[in-house]
């Protein structure tokens, strides 16, 4: 009954290096979405994807930041060039059908020095 | 103004009280409400999600909405020490579903 699984759980860059995190969704789900978690801040929303397809990327950054979902395999969400202020937990989130009922993975904390 | 508000606390209170969280949001558009549970370096867990105004049950938990105010509750019951955590609503509607707004979240302690 796993979860939905994110890796690594840590990560630590430095400036300028690209940062990829991977996201494998519940079981029979086919919905992913990305968070990310400031210091001191909320969630935010950034990407919402089913396979192969983005949905809704209102939230993404719009430089620097990609994110995927392939046919086959994980969710992928790339960060080029890293800067400090890409400090954050990156949270996944996978449901079964596009919508609001959603279930959390635990968290890659991403650390640039 | 944010979408979503939400008093940030600290709270503490003893074990055994009745803990009540609560939101307010902005968007008329929602309609789909949540409450997630957060530990600490965790990610958050889905405590309860309703559609729409009234009020849900689980366990120790109720969830209320009323969306003529724009008002959303979480309700524990016999509060443990476990149950200290932060306590996040989310909303999500309109024309993206999949995208929930968070409020700041609560911290709660639960204290023997």
């Known amino acids: 009954n796993a979860g939905v699984m994110q890796n690594p759980r840590h990560l630590v860059r430095r400036r300028g290096q690209e940062a990829r995190l991977r996201c494998s969704p519940m079981?029979?789900?086919?919905?992913v979405y990305w968070y990310r978690q400031l210091p001191e801040e909320g969630l935010k929303f950034m990407v919402y994807?089913?396979?192969?397809?983005?949905?809704?990327e209102s939230g993404m950054p719009k430089e620097r930041f990609s994110a995927e979902f392939p046919k086959e395999g994980p969710s992928i969400l790339r960060i080029q060039q890293v800067v400090r202020g890409d400090s954050a937990a990156y949270f996944c989130a996978s449901s079964p059908a596009g919508g609001a009922e959603q279930f959390f993975g635990p968290g890659t904390r991403l650390t640039v020095l | 103004q944010k979408e979503v508000e939400q008093d940030p606390g600290p709270l503490s209170v003893p074990e055994g009280a009745i803990v009540s969280l609560n939101c307010t949001y902005s968007n008329s558009a929602f309609q789909y409400f949540m409450w997630y549970r957060q530990y600490s370096r965790k990610g958050p867990e889905l405590l309860m999600y309703?559609?729409?105004?009234g009020n849900k049950e689980d366990g120790r938990f109720t969830a209320q909405v009323d969306k003529s105010s724009k008002y959303i509750s979480l309700f524990i019951r016999d509060s443990q020490p476990s149950d200290s955590a932060t306590y996040l609503c989310?909303?999500?509607?309109?024309?993206?579903?999949?995208?929930?707004?968070f409020g700041q979240g609560t911290i709660l302690t639960v204290h023997p």
């Open positions: 079981k029979g789900h086919s919905h």
């Open positions: 989310a909303n999500a509607g309109g024309t993206s579903y999949g995208k929930l707004t």
């Open positions: 309703t559609y729409s105004s």
């Open positions: 994807l089913q396979k192969e397809n983005i949905i809704d």
